[in-house]
């Protein structure tokens, strides 16, 4: 906590030693090895086939505090959904929100979604391709589009921590 953190910094700037003991306990939970995106949606009304997706994640670094990467984010997406569903809006077309997980691993969360309902890229053949990770790979030809690609309107992501918004990056 901040608070130990900053106890430990004034020790060391009087030149006081500091010594530190932690008991750790970890568990690793195998039992189910996969990770489960959570989706979420407001139905539309005459262009309901139509989507706008917002989205976060909800895995987190390890050596990152949760909160800022990425739960801010995740916690914005339910309020904007929250919102439109508490103040009555019938929006027009159909508004889902996204939260993925095994994003901090490789994107796999998305990347999963997205080849699975608007376009996947063919898998690499060039063994250097192949060794890295999945959002590190360069396409290797024109992906294979689905059929909801043309129904996707817009997507907004929150990954950027905590604080106040103050601009758009549209990565890549």
């Not at 919102?83 to 889902?96: D, F, N």
């Not at 290797?140 to 992501?157: C, E, I, Q, R």
Request: hydrophobic content about 40%; charged content about 25%; proline content about 6%.
């Amino acid at each position: 906590a901040i608070e130990h953190y900053n106890r430990i910094a004034r020790l060391i700037d009087r030149k006081i030693d500091v010594e530190i003991e932690l008991d750790v306990r970890a568990t690793y939970y195998d039992a189910d090895p996969m990770a489960y995106n959570t989706i979420a949606e407001i139905p539309g009304t005459d262009k309901k086939d139509e989507v706008v997706m917002c989205g976060a994640h909800l895995d987190s670094w390890h050596a990152g505090t949760g909160a800022t990467d990425n739960a801010a984010g995740s916690a914005v997406m339910m309020e904007a959904v929250r919102i439109l569903k508490a103040a009555g809006l019938q929006p027009r077309r159909t508004i889902r929100i996204a939260l993925w997980t095994g994003e901090e691993q490789g994107t796999y969360g998305s990347e999963a979604y997205v080849a699975k309902n608007f376009l996947e890229w063919p898998a690499p053949t060039d063994p250097a391709e192949i060794a890295k990770p999945s959002w590190l790979r360069k396409p290797t030809g024109p992906p294979m589009v689905k059929a909801d690609y043309g129904k996707l309107s817009a997507y907004f992501n929150l990954d950027n921590g905590t604080g106040r918004i103050r601009g758009i990056y549209a990565e890549g």
